[in-house]
């Protein structure tokens, strides 16, 4: 066999170790590319809830607003919180899978989450807005929001749980300096 076309001084063996050692790392980088197209995927479940949540508490705070004057503090509180899970989400939204954001958002939800414990409760507190025609449908479909969300915020954190496992795991944990792949964060 003509060997002519192979540089000299570079034997079979090493040939094949480098292209054994190219197809893993190739196999490898699709491996946690896949991963994290999963930990996106999760996220846009989670996004659609969030943004489903905001609008019914935008259109409770509507109809209750009028008659919780004197519960401004309440009203503001989730205002602030609401705000603060919007900008969370935006900055997520663009790369779910960053560790920072998430924890970023993951404390905005329990900002949020009391504030609109505090918000209900003040509005059962309240006869007339307890039965109210505009109000009733919000807290109900907040009320049956709830687990979705939960389930959402499940389905992503085990999302991220499997990505962050296959990056740490040697020998792959040699390609994130190559690939740029970083830990993401849970909610």
Same mark, same amino acid.
């Given at each position: 066999?003509?060997? @002519? +076309?192979?540089? *000299?001084?570079?034997? +079979?063996? +090493? &040939?094949? %170790?480098?292209?054994?050692?190219? %197809?893993?790392?190739?196999?490898?980088? $699709? =491996?946690?590319?896949? %991963?994290?197209?999963?930990?996106?995927?999760a996220w846009q479940q989670v996004d659609g809830v969030v943004k489903a949540r905001q609008q019914l508490i935008g259109a409770l705070l509507d109809a209750a607003l009028p008659r919780l004057d004197s519960e401004r503090g309440a009203v503001d509180a989730v205002v602030g919180a609401q705000i603060q899970v919007a900008t969370a989400a935006e900055v997520l939204r663009k790369?779910?899978?960053?560790?920072?954001?998430?924890?970023?958002?993951?404390?905005?939800?329990?900002?949020?989450?009391?504030?609109?414990?505090?918000?209900? *409760? %003040?509005?059962?507190?309240? !006869?007339?807005?307890? /039965?109210?025609?505009?109000?009733?449908?919000?807290?109900?479909?907040?009320?049956?929001?709830?687990? =979705?969300? *939960?389930?959402?915020?499940?389905? /992503? $954190?085990? *999302?991220?749980? =499997?990505? $962050?496992? @296959? &990056?740490?795991?040697?020998?792959?944990?040699?390609?994130? !300096?190559?690939? =740029? /792949?970083?830990?993401?964060?849970?909610?």
């Amino acid at each position: 066999m003509d060997a @002519a +076309w192979m540089p *000299a001084g570079l034997p +079979w063996g +090493w &040939i094949c %170790l480098l292209l054994v050692l190219g %197809l893993w790392m190739l196999g490898a980088r $699709n =491996r946690i590319v896949a %991963l994290r197209g999963a930990v996106s995927a999760a996220w846009q479940q989670v996004d659609g809830v969030v943004k489903a949540r905001q609008q019914l508490i935008g259109a409770l705070l509507d109809a209750a607003l009028p008659r919780l004057d004197s519960e401004r503090g309440a009203v503001d509180a989730v205002v602030g919180a609401q705000i603060q899970v919007a900008t969370a989400a935006e900055v997520l939204r663009k790369r779910p899978t960053r560790e920072e954001p998430a924890a970023v958002l993951a404390r905005a939800e329990i900002s949020l989450t009391s504030a609109l414990v505090r918000l209900v *409760a %003040l509005v059962e507190t309240h !006869g007339e807005l307890r /039965f109210d025609p505009q109000v009733q449908p919000s807290l109900r479909a907040l009320g049956e929001l709830a687990p =979705r969300l *939960a389930f959402a915020r499940e389905s /992503f $954190n085990e *999302a991220v749980l =499997r990505y $962050n496992a @296959a &990056i740490d795991q040697f020998p792959t944990r040699l390609l994130n !300096g190559v690939f =740029r /792949f970083e830990r993401a964060g849970t909610l």
